[in-house]
């Protein structure tokens, strides 16, 4: 018998894992879900940042039995009906990535900055992901793919 039952991308999955094991570990090798990366595992980067109730958390130190009955999106469940999310588009048409590692927490930790601020000012936007890593980018091309995401809103 399943563990947990977990909401994830709007449907339900049955998890046979402890109550211990981090949300990205059953995101990434359960459930086949690798959009959410590992990068530092002690929630300090930003690779594997997943949305739990709207709001951006780290999926590397967030046990999953803390989560019955809490939607949770990932990177993989913001297209809708074969449309990319606004930010993700953003991040196609302004370069927002090089290596893409850092790309799907940027984009979800977005996701929240945009809802909490429809049209935050360059500084809101690199507080906003400043707790995200990126060793490619040097963050401008982050910050016009956000600006890009909030006008398209």
Not at 4 to 17: E, V
Not at 43 to 50: D, K
Not at 99 to 114: D, E
Request: aromatic residues 6%; contains cysteine; glycine residues 14%.
């Amino acid at each position: 018998m399943p563990a947990f039952t977990l909401r994830i991308n709007g449907a339900s999955h049955q998890i046979d894992g402890a109550a211990g094991d981090t949300l990205l570990t059953v995101l990434r090798y359960e459930l086949g879900l690798t959009g959410s990366k590992y990068g530092c595992g002690a929630g300090l980067c930003g690779a594997c940042t997943v949305l739990v109730a709207g709001a951006a958390v780290r999926s590397c130190t967030l046990p999953v039995g803390s989560l019955a009955g809490k939607p949770i999106t990932t990177i993989e469940g913001l297209a809708a009906d074969g449309q990319l999310h606004p930010l993700q588009e953003g991040f196609w048409e302004e370069h927002g990535l090089q290596c893409g590692f850092c790309t799907p927490g940027m984009i979800m930790t977005a996701v929240t900055l945009l809802k909490d601020n429809p049209n935050p000012s360059e500084r809101e936007i690199r507080e906003g992901i400043s707790g995200n890593f990126c060793r490619c980018t040097g963050y401008q091309h982050i910050v016009n793919a956000i600006q890009h995401a909030a006008k398209k809103r």
